[in-house]
Nanobody, 121 residues
Framework: QVQLVESGGGLVQPGGSLRLSCAASGSIFAIYDMSWYRQAPGKQRELVATITFGGRINYADSVKGRFTISRDDAKNTVDLQMNSLKPEDTAVYYC???????????????WGQGTQVTVSS
């Protein structure tokens, strides 16, 4: 069994910063792409940032220059440093990872339970 557990959400004023963390645990052979998504009320879930196993990074245009994604493969974690936060960044943030559980099984996508980020004065 594989679990992704996020932490670090909360309430912050506009212009402030938060750091989200996600830890993968369980039976893991390899982790490929790791991503952060978010879903605001009444909106579809959207991709925020992805980091591949090789370290290639992509960001949504709306967060470029403000958010930084990083991973620690020794700890099976992925972080999202969020700076210069805006009210429109308010959403539930979800961790996603493509994980191979054994040498012979196919990779599958796993999701965390989500963590609320609220940007408000």
């Amino acid at each position: 069994q594989v679990q992704l557990v996020e932490s670090g959400g909360g309430l912050v004023q506009p212009g402030g910063s938060l750091r989200l963390s996600c830890a993968a645990s369980g039976s893991i052979f390899a982790i490929y792409d790791m991503s952060w998504y978010r879903q605001a009320p009444g909106k579809q879930r959207e991709l925020v940032a992805t980091i591949t196993f090789g370290g290639r990074i992509n960001y949504a245009d709306s967060v470029k220059g403000r958010f930084t994604i990083s991973r620690d493969d020794a700890k099976n974690t992925v972080d999202l440093q969020m700076n210069s936060l805006k009210p429109e960044d308010t959403a539930v943030y979800y961790c996603n990872a493509e994980i191979r559980r054994t040498k012979v099984t196919e990779p599958k996508n796993y999701w965390g339970q989500g963590t609320q980020v609220t940007v408000s004065s």
